[in-house]
Nanobody, 123 residues
Framework: QVQLVESGGGLVQAGGSLRLSCAASGRTFSSSAMGWFRQAPGKEREFVAVINTRGGITKYADSVKGRFTISRDNAKNTVYLQMNSLKPEDTAVYYC????????????????WGQGTQVTVSS
């Protein structure tokens, strides 16, 4: 079992930055790939970024590549999403999720989800 709690969301102007954190409890964090997803009103949940168990491999959605950086600290059971050069289209609820079986860029295999944190980017 893994419990996930996101934090760090808020309101920011376009071009600004935010850093999201996701604190995990449970023994499977270090053995799980960790992903960030987002969901805007009226849209489906979409993949943002994923990081493998040791943090050496990352993947990003094309829409955030070069602007967002995912990282993790297994000693602190925490995964981060540094978001720079934010755009109004980045506005969404951001979720972190744990995948004990594979490093997926879809929601497949993500057994554990946080409650989400709102990110709003004003123009």
């Amino acid at each position: 079992q893994v419990q996930l709690v996101e934090s760090g969301g808020g309101l920011v102007q376009a071009g600004g930055s935010l850093r999201l954190s996701c604190a995990a409890s449970g023994r499977t964090f270090s053995s799980s790939a960790m992903g960030w997803f987002r969901q805007a009103p009226g849209k489906e949940r979409e993949f943002v970024a994923v990081i493998n168990t040791r943090g050496g491999i990352t993947k990003y959605a094309d829409s955030v590549k070069g602007r967002f950086t995912i990282s993790r600290d297994n000693a602190k059971n925490t995964v981060y999403l540094q978001m720079n050069s934010l755009k109004p289209e980045d506005t969404a609820v951001y979720y972190c999720a744990a995948n004990p079986t594979l490093m997926s860029t879809t929601t497949r295999g993500y057994d554990y989800w946080g409650q989400g944190t709102q990110v709003t980017v004003s123009s």
